[in-house]
């Protein structure tokens, strides 16, 4: 069945820091990848979204590039801020479903 | 964007009472509504998928009669969890769709079963 990978965390940086969290995925046909953000307190918000290979995602200074031939679709910011804290999870849709990895807690610390 | 509220946002409650969660899609009509459960630094998991006016399609290993999930309106779905015990005890999610557009989700509602 469809199934999400994302690296453990906690994930703790330094502000300006360089930010990468892995996600791979297991699928069948052509998913849908997703990256949603958490905040503390709040709700899931889609962070952004990617419906095809080789389609990158960008948002906020984040970004993640669907690769086909890898099942990934790592989540990237150049320059983290203290308020991009928060748990982000990667996502898949397949089956008319979003199905979710563990979610990455990320601290930054200023 | 779309907004999904959630209601109560925290719940406590005893040991074999039931209690009802309240989800609404404040600004557009939600012809599918899904709801999720997050574990302490876990995933959230599907529960079950509603429909508007259709019974609502449990994922394996939900208990359909614990869990009781109704979705009378296209503004509205309700998750009922019956004689809830400890183990219930959890973070509920709901989300929220139109059509086959972006899925929205609420805050969620903290129960705490004692």
């Known amino acids: 069945g469809n199934s999400v990978t994302q690296m453990e965390g906690p994930v703790t940086l330094s502000e300006e820091a360089f930010l990468t969290i892995n996600c791979t995925y297991t699928a069948t046909g052509y998913p849908s990848l997703f990256w949603y953000v958490q905040y503390p307190g709040e709700g899931l918000q889609l962070l952004l979204k990617a419906t095809k290979a080789d389609d990158k995602g960008s948002n906020k200074g984040f970004e993640a590039t669907y690769r086909k031939e890898t099942t990934s679709f790592h989540l990237e910011k150049g320059s983290v801020q203290v308020s991009d804290s928060a748990v982000y999870f990667c996502?898949?849709?397949?089956?008319?479903?979003?199905?979710f990895g563990k979610g990455t807690r990320l601290h930054i610390l200023p | 964007g779309a907004v999904v509220s959630q209601h109560p946002s925290r719940v406590i409650c005893k040991s074999g009472t039931s209690v009802k969660i309240e989800c609404r899609s404040l600004?557009?009509?939600?012809?599918?509504m899904f709801w999720y459960r997050q574990f302490p630094k876990q995933s959230l998991m599907l529960m079950a998928t509603s429909n508007e006016g259709s019974k609502a399609t449990y994922e394996q290993g939900v208990e359909k009669d614990k869990f009781l999930i109704n979705h009378a309106s296209l503004t509205l779905s309700t998750l009922t969890v019956t004689s809830a015990h400890p183990e219930d005890s959890s973070f509920y999610i709901c989300?929220?769709?139109?059509?086959?557009?972006?899925?929205?989700f609420g805050p969620g509602t903290r129960l705490t079963v004692t």
């Open positions: 996502a898949l849709s397949g089956d008319d479903k979003i199905i």
């Open positions: 600004d557009f009509q939600a012809t599918t």
């Open positions: 989300s929220a769709r139109e059509g086959a557009y972006e899925q929205y």
